[in-house]
């Protein structure tokens, strides 16, 4: 999932302007959004997620096989989701993840010094068992077992199927 899709066509973008176009269309009674995504790009997740939010007509999440991050950001705005069935489709989890490596040391004493950077909510997002001691230094300011969730998030949930904030 991205803002533009490939070469700039069947992005998030292009999908919000058919659900839009949908919505004024009598004849169509209801949206499916068929999705298969390991998630997306996090420049047009939450247009796209208030789209479906603000849908005039029914929409369904289909998920046909695997919908995690910026996939089930977006579905979580539908009336329903469905899953394709309980053993190949998979729901995963809702977050920003970014791995930097501190090369400034290295060139002095060829050791590295790993960071990784996590949205507020995202504590748990891709936790490496080799990068342990990183933890602390990722969560500092949120305590361990902290169940705060992004405010983007938050207010979205409220209509999707993931219930209330």
């Known amino acids: 999932m991205s803002r533009f899709g ?7 973008e292009f999908l919000a302007r058919i659900i839009e176009r949908a919505n004024i269309q009598p004849e169509v009674k209801a949206l499916v959004i068929s999705t298969h ?6 420049d047009s ?3 796209l997620a208030n789209t479906i ?3 005039r007509k029914k929409v369904v999440g289909y998920v046909n096989g695997l919908c995690a991050s910026a996939g089930v950001f977006a579905l979580s705005q539908a009336d329903e989701m469905v899953m ?4 190949s489709a998979e729901i995963g989890s809702i977050g920003v993840l970014m791995v930097y490596v501190n090369q400034k040391k290295a060139m002095e004493n060829e ?3 790993v960071e990784i950077f996590r949205a507020d909510g995202s504590e748990d997002k891709a936790r490496l ?3 342990r001691a990183a933890k602390r230094k990722a969560s500092r300011g949120n305590p361990a077992g902290s169940q705060r969730r992004p405010q ?3 207010r979205l949930r409220s209509k999707g199927t993931g219930g209330t904030a």
């Open 152 to 154: 983007s998030i938050c």
């Open 129 to 131: 068992e080799c990068l």
């Open 37 to 42: 995504t390991p998630g997306g790009t996090v």
């Open 6 to 12: 490939i070469c700039e066509s069947g992005g998030n």
């Open 84 to 87: 394709e069935n309980s053993v």
């Open 45 to 47: 997740t939450e247009l």
């Open 111 to 113: 050791g590295y010094e």
């Open 53 to 55: 939010r603000d849908s």
